[in-house]
């Protein structure tokens, strides 16, 4: 048996330690301590951050491409193990790097473009355009023109649209490729409410008026597919939707559209933390605070979207579920295996010889990246709690709602500051450079074990999906973060192409 030489074993141990202190350097209070991939603290990565923050500065957007092949593949077995007709569009929305876009195309996958920009930087990275989709909740006349001049399949979400797709095609004497938007699925006994798509009551009616009335119209466009978007990450909604939706499959191919695949869209979950019990620890003790019953959790005792109204609290979460149990190809796996018929969901699918599509963004890119910004002040208030100003605003690391609630990590600085680190166990919250008090880059209150120090990096996990450029934005006329692909055959790190000029 062989064994590992003396300075290996080192190596090994420094890692692991260097590993234990990023995350004990830098808590919640309690912890919410995040998932990591290998790539994240390997002592490769870890070596370079300090230099690359000073070459490209703070923040600094790092993405790897190798998690993000593995979730697509793991999509690809389940759909292979049921037999199903399946393929992956990426939802390119949720990062805008390019490398992503490459490691698709690498794999067969298809992109799920949101606006003209995107769909002009998809054709240009080669992918062909019967491999695009356009999902966008807004589409102009010059997207849906670029859409029909590429033969993009556009997934038509009204009836305007529906009519702009016809005439912009008969001007052009070039059919439109779509699917339709479909919404107002049944579950429960309720009827799902969604800004997007068509009501699936209507569709039919919609559709047989223009057979009658307007024949022209639906011969300018080929109607191959339907598509519906749901909020949230229920398995059980999507599952209701698919079956409501093969019986119009039927019927929209009994009226000869020659309708070849369903679109479930995106919504797939994913977990950010590994420790259930961390993620309901938080909350219970949150829910306290909120109540005046613990020391609060978060800045100013922010709800996240609890309110207290006397001594009782309402409303729901406003996050995203930082832990579930049930994700990504495992929560695939049961919608293909969910009854329908006499058989399943998948054995309806290859009972009609349909593809299933599906569009996600957040779940295939989990471990694929990282954002580092520089610790640049540390200012005590009169409660005893630190602000620790980072060369950041929170738009660069923020979705739509409320906060990023995975505990960062910590990098001491290379170099020994002339300013003294603060005291072992500060605790405080992380603020941002916009000019507001509202200017949170983590609305928890975070512990730093070894005090925080000037030059210091404060690493947010996994936040390729959303989290990095989302809602980024140039207010103040700061720079955009710059997005830096690694590259595990050599260990470095380069520009993603996105940053050309």
């Given at each position: 048996?062989?064994?590992?030489?003396?300075?290996?074993?080192?190596?090994?141990?420094?890692?692991?330690?260097?590993?234990?202190?990023?995350?004990?350097?830098?808590?919640?209070?309690?912890?919410?301590?995040?998932?990591?991939?290998?790539?994240?603290?390997?002592?490769?990565?870890?070596?370079?951050?300090?230099?690359?923050?000073?070459?490209?500065?703070?923040?600094?957007?790092?993405?790897?491409?190798?998690?993000?092949?593995?979730?697509?593949?793991?999509?690809?077995?389940?759909?292979?193990?049921?037999?199903?007709?399946?393929?992956?569009?990426?939802?390119?929305?949720?990062?805008?790097?390019?490398?992503?876009?490459?490691?698709?195309?690498?794999?067969?996958?298809?992109?799920?473009?949101?606006?003209?920009?995107?769909?002009?930087?998809?054709?240009?990275?080669?992918?062909p355009s019967e491999k695009i989709i356009c999902t966008a909740a807004v589409k102009s006349e010059a997207l849906l023109q670029a859409c029909?001049?590429?033969?993009?399949?556009?997934?038509?979400?009204?009836?305007?649209?529906?009519?702009?797709?016809?005439?912009?095609?008969?001007?052009?004497?070039?059919?439109?490729?779509?699917?339709?938007?479909?919404?107002?699925?049944?579950?429960?006994?309720?009827?799902?409410?969604?800004?997007?798509?068509?009501?699936?009551?209507?569709?039919?009616?919609?559709?047989?008026?223009?057979?009658?009335?307007?024949?022209?119209?639906?011969?300018?466009?080929?109607?191959?597919?339907?598509?519906?978007?749901?909020?949230?990450?229920?398995?059980?909604?999507?599952?209701?939707?698919?079956?409501?939706?093969?019986?119009?499959?039927?019927?929209?191919?009994?009226?000869?559209?020659?309708?070849?695949?369903?679109?479930?869209?995106?919504?797939?979950?994913?977990?950010?933390?590994?420790?259930?019990?961390?993620?309901?620890?938080?909350?219970?003790?949150?829910?306290?605070?909120?109540?005046?019953?613990?020391?609060?959790?978060?800045?100013?005792?922010?709800?996240?979207?609890?309110?207290?109204?006397?001594?009782?609290?309402?409303?729901?979460?406003?996050?995203?579920?930082?832990?579930?149990?049930?994700?990504?190809?495992?929560?695939?796996?049961?919608?293909?295996?969910?009854?329908?018929?006499?058989?399943?969901?998948?054995?309806?699918?290859?009972?009609?010889?349909?593809?299933?599509?599906?569009?996600?963004?957040?779940?295939?890119?989990?471990?694929?990246?990282?954002?580092?910004?520089?610790?640049?002040?540390?200012?005590?208030?009169?409660?005893?709690?630190?602000?620790?100003?980072?060369?950041?605003?929170?738009?660069?690391?923020?979705?739509?709602?409320?906060?990023?609630?995975?505990?960062?990590?910590?990098?001491?600085?290379?170099?020994?500051?002339?300013?003294?680190?603060?005291?072992?166990?500060?605790?405080?919250?992380?603020?941002?450079?916009?000019?507001?008090?509202?200017?949170?880059?983590?609305?928890?209150?975070?512990?730093?074990?070894?005090?925080?120090?000037?030059?210091?990096?404060?690493?947010?996990?996994?936040?390729?999906?959303?989290?990095?450029?989302?809602?980024?934005?140039?207010?103040?006329?700061?720079?955009?973060?710059?997005?830096?692909?690694?590259?595990?055959?050599?260990?470095?790190?380069?520009?993603?192409?996105?940053?050309?000029?």
């Amino acid at each position: 048996m062989k064994t590992m030489e003396p300075r290996a074993r080192e190596e090994v141990s420094q890692s692991d330690q260097t590993h234990t202190s990023m995350r004990t350097d830098c808590q919640g209070m309690p912890p919410l301590t995040a998932r990591l991939e290998p790539w994240m603290t390997a002592p490769g990565t870890i070596s370079q951050l300090h230099r690359l923050v000073q070459e490209y500065d703070s923040p600094l957007n790092l993405i790897h491409t190798d998690p993000f092949l593995r979730n697509i593949d793991a999509l690809y077995q389940v759909a292979e193990s049921h037999q199903v007709d399946f393929d992956v569009y990426f939802a390119r929305k949720a990062n805008k790097c390019l490398a992503f876009i490459d490691a698709a195309h690498s794999r067969g996958c298809g992109i799920d473009t949101a606006s003209e920009n995107e769909l002009h930087q998809v054709l240009e990275q080669q992918v062909p355009s019967e491999k695009i989709i356009c999902t966008a909740a807004v589409k102009s006349e010059a997207l849906l023109q670029a859409c029909i001049v590429s033969g993009t399949t556009v997934a038509i979400d009204n009836p305007d649209e529906l009519s702009r797709t016809a005439l912009l095609s008969a001007r052009l004497d070039r059919q439109a490729e779509i699917a339709l938007r479909i919404s107002g699925f049944q579950h429960d006994g309720h009827k799902l409410p969604s800004r997007f798509g068509f009501d699936i009551e209507k569709i039919l009616p919609l559709l047989r008026d223009l057979q009658q009335s307007a024949p022209n119209t639906l011969q300018t466009l080929n109607l191959t597919g339907v598509h519906f978007h749901l909020d949230g990450y229920s398995q059980a909604q999507r599952i209701s939707a698919i079956r409501q939706l093969l019986p119009l499959v039927d019927q929209l191919r009994d009226m000869q559209f020659p309708i070849r695949f369903i679109d479930i869209g995106g919504g797939f979950p994913m977990s950010y933390l590994d420790s259930e019990t961390e993620w309901n620890e938080f909350w219970m003790i949150h829910k306290q605070a909120l109540l005046d019953r613990q020391e609060p959790l978060t800045w100013q005792n922010h709800g996240l979207g609890l309110q207290r109204v006397e001594d009782r609290l309402i409303g729901k979460p406003h996050c995203y579920p930082f832990y579930q149990s049930l994700v990504q190809a495992d929560w695939f796996n049961g919608i293909l295996s969910a009854l329908y018929e006499t058989g399943t969901i998948a054995s309806a699918l290859r009972k009609r010889t349909l593809q299933l599509r599906c569009e996600p963004g957040r779940s295939i890119l989990d471990g694929c990246g990282i954002t580092a910004a520089r610790v640049e002040s540390r200012k005590q208030q009169s409660n005893g709690d630190w602000l620790i100003g980072l060369s950041m605003n929170r738009t660069q690391c923020r979705t739509s709602s409320d906060d990023f609630l995975v505990d960062p990590l910590l990098i001491p600085a290379m170099d020994e500051s002339p300013l003294p680190r603060t005291p072992p166990g500060t605790s405080g919250f992380l603020t941002g450079a916009y000019c507001t008090e509202s200017e949170l880059l983590c609305l928890r209150k975070l512990q730093f074990a070894r005090g925080v120090g000037i030059g210091d990096l404060i690493i947010f996990p996994n936040t390729a999906g959303y989290f990095m450029h989302f809602l980024e934005s140039r207010s103040h006329q700061f720079p955009l973060a710059k997005n830096l692909v690694y590259y595990p055959q050599t260990g470095e790190y380069h520009l993603d192409a996105i940053e050309a000029p």
